[in-house]
């Protein structure tokens, strides 16, 4: 069975905090690789994708290990806003499209 | 800017009855998605759709459900006869294939099924 695992947590940080978040897969043909927050009963929300170099965006750091199945999210300096659930997504491709498969989440709360 | 447009926000329905999910993807994007997402539980995919066709769904799509594009514009999901199992929140995405497949998500439908 291709699953995506994700720590649960929740982390609990201070603001100003930096984080990481893992998220394993087990699909070695997975193509392509998001994370997305969620916040309590809302849609998820792209946060970035993942690209083999590793990306940035602002205080958003992702980076993917093809040899050992995994991505993973840094997030510096936490904001209250930064509180949610972060989404691993990865993308299979069989039949020439693309299968998202979700990980449960890792749940984040920042505190003053 | 454009989003992912999702009616009604809450549905309430009683076993066995016929329940269609409506969304208005984003104008210029080519594929869309249902999901499903059981409280407390993960979001698991269920079809993408493409051309006016099925491309891909997963073993929780079964007879019981369907898609249609209508029209230019709309996206529905179709559950048969409903089960309370079914009771959930439906989210609908589109994506851009130019955009490598980053997916944008509707508000989503609650369904509860009593």
Request: hydrophobic share 30%; net charge negative; aromatic share 12%.
């Amino acid at each position: 069975r291709k699953e995506v695992e994700q720590d649960p947590g929740p982390f609990n940080v201070p603001e100003g905090a930096t984080v990481a978040f893992n998220c394993t897969y087990s699909n070695s043909a997975s193509q392509s690789f998001f994370w997305y927050r969620q916040d309590c009963r809302k849609e998820p929300k792209l946060l970035m994708s993942v690209y083999s170099s590793g990306n940035e965006d602002g205080r958003f750091t992702a980076q993917l290990n093809r040899a050992s199945q995994y991505i993973s999210l840094l997030i510096r300096d936490s904001k209250l806003s930064d509180s949610a659930t972060y989404l691993c997504v990865v993308n299979a491709e069989p039949g020439g499209s693309y299968i998202p498969t979700f990980g449960r989440g890792t749940s984040l709360i920042v505190h003053p | 800017e454009p989003e992912v447009t999702q009616t009604p926000s809450h549905q309430v329905t009683q076993m066995g009855q016929e329940v269609i999910l409506r969304c208005v993807p984003i104008s210029n994007h080519l594929y869309f998605y249902w999901y499903r997402q059981i409280l407390g539980q993960k979001v698991e995919f269920l079809v993408s759709f493409y051309n006016n066709e099925i491309s891909e769904k997963s073993e929780i799509f079964d007879d019981q459900f369907s898609v249609e594009r209508p029209d230019g514009s709309n996206f529905t999901l179709k559950i048969r006869s409903t089960k309370l199992e079914d009771s959930a929140m439906y989210f609908c995405a589109s994506s851009d294939e130019g955009q490598g497949y980053e997916q944008y998500f509707g508000p989503g439908t609650r369904l509860t099924v009593t």
